[in-house]
C-alpha cells in the first residue's frame, strides 16, 4: 500500500485519466465532489455507475468491464466509491482492464482487494480521498491554513498565486 507523500504526489501526477466506480449523479455525495475536483483541475473522469446514462456531462458506464477497450485502455487510476465488502469484485474489474492504480476512497479498506491488486502490479491506495490528497499535496491547503503535513520552504510552482 502507498501512502507516502512522494508516492501519492507521483500517483496523482501521473495518472490523467480516473475511472470512479460508484460516482453518484446527486451533487451532495462526496463522489461527485471528488469527480468534480478532479475534472476542474484537468483530470480526464470517467463515471462508472448502472443508475446514470451520464454524470457531470460525461457517459457513465455501468461497469469497468462495460468501458469501451479504447477508452478503458486510457484509465490510469481507479477510484472505489464502494462499500468495503463489494470492493473485491471492483479490483478484478480493475485488473481486466488493465488500469495503473487502485485507489479505495476514504472509509473504505478491502485488504484482500488491495492484496490482489498488488499482486497484479497495480499500485494500491486505501482508505484516502483523491480530492483531499490533491489538494494536501498540490492545491495549496496550507494557504489557508490547514496542517497538511507537507514542510517546504518553496511555494509550489503549480499554484496559480
Not at 40 to 65: D, F, T
Amino acid at each position: 500500500m502507498h501512502d507516502d507523500i512522494n508516492t501519492l504526489r507521483r500517483i496523482l501526477k501521473e495518472s490523467r485519466v480516473i475511472a470512479v466506480v460508484g460516482l453518484s449523479a446527486q451533487w451532495h455525495r462526496p463522489s461527485y465532489f471528488a469527480a468534480k475536483y478532479m475534472l476542474e483541475h484537468g483530470y480526464r473522469v470517467i463515471p462508472v455507475n448502472p443508475q446514470y446514462p451520464e454524470v457531470l456531462g460525461q457517459k457513465c458506464y455501468a461497469s469497468l468491464r462495460d468501458i469501451p477497450r479504447s477508452i478503458a485502455a486510457q484509465v490510469d487510476l481507479v477510484d472505489v466509491f464502494r462499500k468495503t465488502a463489494d470492493v473485491l469484485p471492483v479490483a478484478e474489474d480493475a485488473i481486466a482492464i488493465g488500469a495503473k492504480v487502485f485507489w479505495q476512497q476514504l472509509g473504505v479498506k478491502n485488504e484482500a482487494a488491495g492484496a490482489l491488486a498488488r499482486s497484479k502490479g497495480l499500485e494500491t491506495v486505501m482508505d484516502r480521498c483523491v480530492k483531499i490528497e490533491h489538494g494536501r499535496l498540490f492545491g495549496g491547503l496550507n494557504w489557508v491554513g490547514v496542517n497538511t503535513r507537507v514542510i517546504s520552504a518553496k511555494r509550489p510552482r503549480w499554484l496559480a498565486y
